[in-house]
């Protein structure tokens, strides 16, 4: 189960598509596994966000691993694991979607934004947490939590940007979240899908940088 967190950490981005072009989800997400990412996320926030799911499972090479965001609860959880994902990332920190994830062997990322809440999800058993939003606060606030929190594994979500992601990472972000769908709006919406995996490898180039 930990594996795909740990494929996560690896390269340090995941992937995440909000958008209502369901249409283009699937060379999209080819795109970004060109530049070398294998982990991405769905949220059900989309129309037919199953729907979606299932197709992607079904057509995308079987190294990628799908999983799904914005589950709110258990139900939503347990629809999307039926549907194909191999993780489950919530925007806050549901005791339920938790509970759900375990039941099935699926790794969840339950967000948080303050230590009671990181607390928390560490003591329902969660290994990766969501600070999100995180676009209001900066690396320093990231380091200074980080720092009672040793143990955990951060995933930072709102506001990356290639500026910025260095500071996140070096403030001890194991992952950063980008838009699948927006990591190079134009070219998503343009469909320069070559694009799409330039600006992904730069991203992950300077997470590799930030590494060092």
Do not use: W
Not at 56 to 72: D, K, S
Request: glycine share 8%.
């Amino acid at each position: 189960m930990n594996n795909i967190i740990d494929l996560m950490c690896d390269v340090g981005v995941l992937p995440v598509f909000r958008t209502n072009e369901t249409q283009k989800l699937i060379p999209a997400s080819l795109a970004l596994f060109k530049a070398g990412v294998r982990v991405m996320e769905y949220t059900l926030t989309m129309p037919k966000a199953l729907a979606s799911i299932e197709h992607a499972v079904a057509e995308l090479p079987p190294e990628i691993i799908l999983g799904a965001g914005t589950a709110l609860d258990g139900e939503s959880a347990r629809l999307a694991i039926l549907a194909g994902a191999k993780f489950v990332v919530s925007p806050g920190l549901s005791p339920e979607v938790v509970e759900m994830c375990h039941r099935y062997g699926v790794p969840t990322v339950a967000g948080a934004s303050t230590p009671t809440e990181i607390m928390n999800a560490l003591k329902l058993g969660v290994r990766m947490i969501k600070i999100f939003p995180a676009n209001s606060l900066s690396p320093a606030h990231i380091f200074d939590l980080k720092a009672p929190f040793p143990q955990a594994q951060f995933m930072i979500a709102g506001g990356i940007t290639l500026e910025n992601v260095g500071a996140y990472i070096k403030a001890g972000a194991d992952v950063v979240t980008i838009g699948g769908h927006s990591v190079d709006a134009a070219a998503f919406a343009s469909g320069d899908y070559a694009g799409i995996t330039r600006t992904t490898k730069n991203f992950i180039s300077a997470i590799a940088q930030a590494r060092k």
